[in-house]
């Protein structure tokens, strides 16, 4: 579990292609105080298992999965990632509940300043803005952001100076890809409410006002 406060921001040190995966070497320094082999690291919002430690560097894995679902594969040698090691018990939960499991990817559309802030528009499937709410939280690369505004085809957020300087976003151009994790609440919510408790009841995919109604809800 994360909470989409960066940390650091590594560097691509080295990256090898398999068939349908790949292996990363990170150079980093933050990250690597108190880390070990078999911890979490989430590259990009990428929740990825440590597999080795060397002198400034980290080496992780990442299946078909996570690259089909992700912009890890195209990184280059030299690409900067957001880097922020697990959160603890007891930790501050400075953003918000980020599980590091990427549900897809978003396009930045556009940059726009406003005052002291950069506010980002990102255009993504239908699937995913389905779970995007105004002054909801949203991960785009790992990072915990507020939505200021979103439609049928895009969402915005809106960047302070803070997170500008100490993350990779505003270092990107339109047309890139940035990996989303929407809100785990909503999927949770949607997930629990297309499901009866008893087995004789067919389950409901779609909740309107009558439903709600003839199940006691109003």
Do not use: W
């Given at each position: 579990?994360?909470?989409g ?23 980093a ?23 080795s430690?060397?002198k ?30 697990a ?30 802030a ?30 200021t505004?979103?439609?049928d ?13 100490e ?20 999927k ?13 009841i ?11 109604k ?5």
């Amino acid at each position: 579990m994360f909470t989409g406060i960066i940390e650091e921001i590594g560097t691509l040190k080295a990256i090898s292609h398999g068939q349908r995966s790949a292996t990363l070497e990170i150079s980093a320094l933050k990250v690597l105080e108190g880390s070990r082999v078999g911890d979490s690291i989430a590259v990009n919002g990428i929740c990825l298992t440590v597999t080795s430690i060397g002198k400034g560097s980290f080496i992780v894995d990442a299946m078909p999965e996570t690259l089909g679902r992700s912009n890890l594969g195209s990184l280059q040698t030299g690409s900067k990632i957001n880097l922020e090691r697990a959160l603890r018990l007891g930790d501050r939960l400075g953003g918000h509940l980020v599980s590091g499991h990427i549900d897809g990817e978003g396009i930045i559309f556009s940059f726009r300043e406003d005052d002291n802030a950069i506010r980002i528009r990102i255009t993504a499937n239908q699937s995913l803005l389905r779970y995007i709410i105004e002054k909801g939280s949203v991960a785009v690369d790992g990072i915990s952001l507020t939505v200021t505004h979103v439609d049928d085809k895009s969402f915005e957020v809106s960047v302070i100076p803070h997170t500008k300087n100490e993350t990779t976003l505003c270092g990107k151009r339109p047309g890139e890809r940035v990996n989303l994790e929407t809100d785990m609440i909503g999927k949770y919510i949607e997930r629990f409410s297309g499901f009866s408790a008893d087995p004789q009841i067919k389950e409901s995919k779609d909740i309107s006002i009558d439903f709600l109604k003839e199940n006691g809800y109003f």
